[in-house]
């Protein structure tokens, strides 16, 4: 079957064996290496919001989520359903699999937003009676307990007695006979106790020889007093045995009447183990969850960056070279991508890596690319790859490639017609199909009449076709149907070296005469090349050299600019941070000031009450000593009372944008009231009133109250001191208001997958101004990342953890500009 043989082409195989590592137990890998592809889009989706799920399961490192103590016992149920007998360790893993299996149900159904998961385990049951009582009768080595019946603790005190009475009579007969033993020792010879006797004293003890050592010197025999001691012992030893027998049937019994459930059981295990494989292979490729596209209706494929699986593979762990991503962009108005370039410049290693995440994304793994991975869900993948040359069915390279086209191309008739019987039902979405050098392996001129033959019908006839070809006349397809796209692998004049990078819109030129020259080939036999070539094709070659510095100088203008774009955000980063730090030293200056001021005050009134204190002592205070008094106060005055007086410099305009200070917002003022010195102003859909005192103007201007300061000529002297007037200095806090709009759950979350979530989230808020942050407490990594995050975010004025009641360290509010 073509599709079988488009696995082994794009070496499938090879990424379920490594898929099949990151499984925790046998059926897992068992399941890993024979992977199915799903037939249906709604299968896919399925798969991958398990994948997604067991993700956000395993980045909570106090999940529990372990699959320790399971096992394979697909055999055992097999042998319980027909009658047989399992063994003590059979069973005791049948019941430390019941208990994995319900300890990550406990951690599924703890979850908030794992609905397939808990879908896959609705109906699943694990027997704890029937685990508990194996656990019972069965210890950890796996052996029958003398507490899993009456009668069998009775017959194992029996042996256990009879052990004794045979081991004591022995020891009598030993130290009796010192000299007529080998060694003074007890042992066994099958189930009977003997001694090592001489056979020079063979007749000093009388019984039963059961051995003769090797030389023939010591015969090892059951003297004969005990013979009758170790026949009961045997009897009642099979006795033991009959009665463990009996207890490993019952329950073997029980197993079998829930065989059904156990099998059920069993292979939702495997379900977990396969999605825990994927997403733990998932993230080893940092990989990203794919977004199907309809590409039929108009939306682009997307592939950033991407990377051959295989191929990081043999980077991590074969100590491999490392990995040069490529960028798959098509418009869904191509039909057909024909990609050329030089020999072992990665064509043929573009087309795998298409094919094989494709496959990827059917199965439900990550895409080893950057967000977003967008792709259409094709209902089946073709690929004709390689070299078909085969002696033994006289077939040249040429033959075997035609043969393979013509299964690919019938093929897509049969899902053609099953489309149209389906009346266009979701899961037929298109084909893919792969073709390596199209049209190789015979004269250039047919096999080029070939090539374009077959891709204007796959143009016609399919969704999406990818080529690679040596053929230069299939580069000018383009120019005249817009259904096909040109794209090729970059070459290295310099060194001779493909660089491996994909460029699209580009085709390939021929480097063969470049390279011959830059070999050494004499130039009269480079010039006569290029004349038998032609003027037009080195014209086309010149047009594409050009085409391909203007794309390399635009790389470089645009790598300058991200770099600027860099450089910028780290300037402006640091400026905030510094104008932030002189902000906070501009409070704690004004803090120290008004500390200050407050002593002074202090020490002013002290010092009044002390003068007032003196003129109260005397009965009848004169007007010399009145003067003296007004004189104090004056001095008193002019040291404390001068340094107060502030004039009031800033006052908001109708109209200007100001900054709140509570809450950190850029607000416009609507109206004031300069009487009860306050104003209304608003700030995204929000309206509010506040005082002049906790606004300032854009550039740092502040309202300050006049502090009302009485004259100093017209203080007068009061018999009776006033009461202390106490100064309170109220802050103002932060004025929040919470709502859905403003308000992100991201636990769970790995930190590269919350930021795109965040950055919307951010944007929805902007009008309100602030954003609550739900991250979880856990280890704390998650609040860290998000931190960092806000951090660096432009929109981010500043952000601060919630109160205790509402959320405390779990919870994170950024304030917007």
Request: charged share 25%; aromatic share 6%.
């Amino acid at each position: 079957m073509i599709e079988q043989e488009t696995f082994r082409l794009l070496e499938w195989q090879r990424l379920c064996e490594h898929l099949s590592t990151f499984a925790a137990t046998k059926l897992g890998a068992m399941a890993s290496n024979n992977l199915l592809v799903p037939s249906s889009v709604k299968d896919t989706k399925y798969l991958l919001a398990q994948t997604k799920e067991v993700c956000d399961i395993e980045i909570n490192i106090n999940s529990n989520w372990s699959f320790n103590g399971i096992h394979d016992i697909g055999e055992s149920i097999e042998r319980a359903k027909i009658g047989g007998i399992l063994n003590g360790n059979e069973l005791l893993n049948l019941a430390t699999t019941l208990s994995g299996v319900r300890k990550l149900r406990r951690v599924i159904e703890e979850q908030e937003n794992a609905t397939t998961l808990q879908e896959l385990v609705n109906d699943l049951r694990t027997f704890p009676e029937l685990e508990q009582e194996i656990h019972y009768c069965i210890d950890d080595r796996g052996e029958i307990t003398e507490r899993a019946s009456p009668q069998l603790g009775e017959i194992r005190q029996k042996i256990k007695t009879l052990r004794n009475k045979i081991q004591q009579t022995l020891q009598g007969i030993i130290q009796r006979n010192t000299n007529a033993l080998q060694e003074p020792v007890v042992t066994q010879r099958g189930d009977r106790f003997v001694l090592p006797v001489k056979a020079s004293h063979s007749g000093q003890i009388q019984g039963i020889v059961h051995d003769t050592s090797t030389s023939g010197v010591t015969l090892y025999l059951e003297p004969r007093v005990i013979i009758e001691l170790g026949n009961k012992l045997q009897t009642t030893r099979n006795q033991e045995k009959r009665e463990e027998e009996k207890i490993l049937r019952q329950l073997t019994e029980k197993v079998a009447e829930v065989w059904e459930d156990l099998e059920q059981l069993l292979a939702i295990a495997t379900s977990l183990d396969l999605a825990t494989a994927k997403a733990r292979y998932s993230v080893w490729l940092n990989g990203f969850p794919p977004e199907f596209v309809d590409f039929r209706e108009g939306e682009s494929i997307s592939l950033r960056q991407v990377r051959h699986p295989l191929l990081v593979w043999q980077e991590k762990q074969e100590q491999g070279r490392e990995v040069i991503p490529i960028d798959v962009l098509i418009n869904p108005e191509t039909r057909v991508v024909a990609i050329t370039g030089p020999n072992t410049g990665g064509k043929t290693v573009t087309l795998k890596t298409i094919g094989i995440v494709a496959l990827m994304a059917k199965v439900g793994l990550f895409i080893p690319a950057q967000y977003p991975a967008q792709i259409p869900w094709f209902n089946s993948i073709l690929a004709d790859i390689g070299d078909e040359q085969s002696l033994e069915q006289s077939l040249s390279t040429f033959s075997g490639h035609i043969r393979r086209i013509i299964r690919i191309i019938d093929f897509l008739h049969i899902i053609n017609f099953s489309t149209l019987q389906s009346k266009g039902e979701t899961n037929s979405t298109g084909s893919l199909v792969l073709l390596d050098e199209v049209g190789a392996g015979t004269d250039p001129n047919e096999g080029t009449a070939i090539a374009i033959a077959i891709l204007k019908y796959l143009a016609e006839n399919n969704l999406l076709t990818i080529a690679t070809t040596h053929y230069g006349e299939l580069k000018s397809l383009k120019y005249n149907d817009s259904r096909f796209e040109n794209a090729s692998v970059e070459f290295d004049d310099s060194t001779l070296q493909p660089t491996y990078k994909l460029l699209w819109g580009i085709p390939g030129r021929s480097n063969a005469i470049t390279i011959a020259q830059r070999l050494g080939l004499p130039l009269d036999i480079v010039a006569d090349s290029q004349e038998l070539v032609g003027g037009f094709s080195h014209d086309v070659n010149e047009l594409i050299s050009a085409l391909e510095n203007q794309r390399r100088e635009q790389e470089n203008k645009h790598k300058q600019a991200q770099d600027l774009l860099s450089k910028t955000e780290l300037f402006y980063q640091q400026v905030e941070e510094k104008a932030s730090s002189l902000q906070a030293r501009e409070r704690d200056l004004k803090l120290k000031q008004e500390q200050e001021v407050q002593k002074l005050l202090f020490d002013a009134k002290s010092q009044i009450a002390q003068v007032i204190k003196e003129l109260q002592k005397k009965s009848d205070p004169t007007a010399k000593d009145a003067h003296q008094a007004t004189e104090t106060l004056t001095k008193i005055g002019d040291r404390f009372l001068t340094p107060l007086k502030v004039k009031s410099n800033y006052k908001p305009k109708v109209g200007e944008r100001v900054r709140i200070l509570s809450i950190g917002q850029t607000a416009e003022v609507l109206t004031i009231d300069e009487d009860m010195e306050q104003l209304s102003a608003r700030f995204g859909i929000m309206k509010m009133v506040i005082p002049f005192t906790d606004i300032e103007s854009l550039d740092g201007k502040r309202f300050e109250k006049v502090k009302t300061i009485p004259d100093k000529t017209k203080i007068k002297v009061n018999k009776q001191q006033s009461k202390q007037v106490n100064i309170i200095k109220t802050e103002s806090k932060p004025i929040n208001v919470r709502t859905s709009q403003n308000t992100i759950d991201i636990r769970g979350k790995r930190v590269h997958l919350a930021e795109p979530l965040l950055e919307k989230a951010i944007a929805n808020a902007t009008e309100i101004g602030s954003l609550w942050i739900i991250h979880g407490k856990g280890t704390g990594s998650l609040r860290t990342g998000v931190h960092e995050f806000l951090t660096n975010h432009p929109q981010v004025t500043n952000f601060e953890l919630a109160k205790q009641d509402d959320g405390g360290a779990g919870v994170t509010v950024a304030f917007l500009k």
